[in-house]
């Protein structure tokens, strides 16, 4: 979302509303209400999301809950999401930017809940999360904390030290999102193998990826929905789209910022396997 204000930000939400209104209202998203899976749809902030999204918008039974992104960064802030998972109904799934938390996992086993785990390179997360505070939502505290460095390699040191109410240093977000990808119950999804080719990834690991999701959820399409789906998952229309390709930071960084950056979260892209 580009938003230089609180009105902009508003009026997006009103559009998205209507948007996921009219949707559920189609033949199938009805039928889904009695017979659909409960989904959420879980990753790092600005590791793809709107790819799930995108996807899950074209699947049969499936709409969107209507819910705003469920965000927990703190373990105050656990129980009212636990609720907001709890109460997700046959046929919906919801978008999460939650940090990993051992009861999230129960409350959705509990309620009989599929949580799908996104993850994505974290140099080009940490590029892709530069551009949104420092050029689309410049209504965060996190853009004027930026604003004040004058290059790109000091925006990127300040983003991995972070600042105490501002901006969390970004090593220590990779660590606390990291636990998802062992879960047993959890499906974890690589944004490198969604996107597809035009995103600079490959048909063959976007089909597996989709085939793999609808496994996991028991969901059953033909070849040529799966054709068709495949083919509408990457937008460049979405809200918060930016470069959404693979491997931008070898593109985006001198040869001098790709060093420090791979050493100075090296630990990190090792135990997110990259």
Request: net charge positive; charged share 25%.
């Amino acid at each position: 979302m580009k938003a230089k204000n609180n009105f902009e930000k508003y009026k997006y939400y009103v559009l998205k509303r209507q948007e996921i209104f009219f949707h559920g209202l189609q033949k199938s998203q009805l039928k889904g209400r009695n017979i659909g899976p409960k989904v959420v749809l879980n990753s790092l902030p600005k590791s793809g999301t709107h790819l799930l999204e995108s996807m899950f918008f074209q699947l049969p039974l499936m709409r969107h809950s209507g819910k705003r992104t469920l965000r927990s960064e703190t373990q105050s802030l656990i129980d009212p999401k636990l609720k907001v998972i709890s109460k997700l109904k046959k046929g919906q799934f919801l978008l999460a930017h939650m940090q990993f938390d051992s009861s999230i996992v129960q409350t959705a086993n509990t309620n009989d809940v599929k949580i799908i785990h996104l993850i994505r390179d974290p140099r080009d997360v940490l590029l892709s999360h530069l551009n949104y505070i420092q050029n689309m939502d410049t209504t965060q505290k996190s853009h004027r904390f930026i604003s004040q460095y004058d290059t790109k390699l000091d925006k990127l040191k300040a983003m991995i030290v972070g600042k105490q109410d501002v901006l969390e240093p970004f090593p220590l977000v990779l660590k606390k999102f990291q636990p998802w990808m062992n879960q047993q119950h959890v499906l974890c999804v690589k944004f490198e193998h969604l996107i597809g080719p035009n995103g600079g990834g490959t048909q063959e690991d976007q089909t597996q990826a989709v085939k793999k999701i609808l496994d996991f959820i028991s969901i059953e399409i033909n070849n040529e929905e799966l054709e068709q789906i495949c083919g509408k998952i990457f937008s460049s229309k979405s809200s918060t789209f930016n470069k959404g390709k693979i491997g931008n930071w070898k593109r985006a960084l001198t040869p001098e910022e790709a060093k420090w950056l791979n050493e100075a979260i090296g630990n990190e892209i090792n135990n997110y396997n990259y």
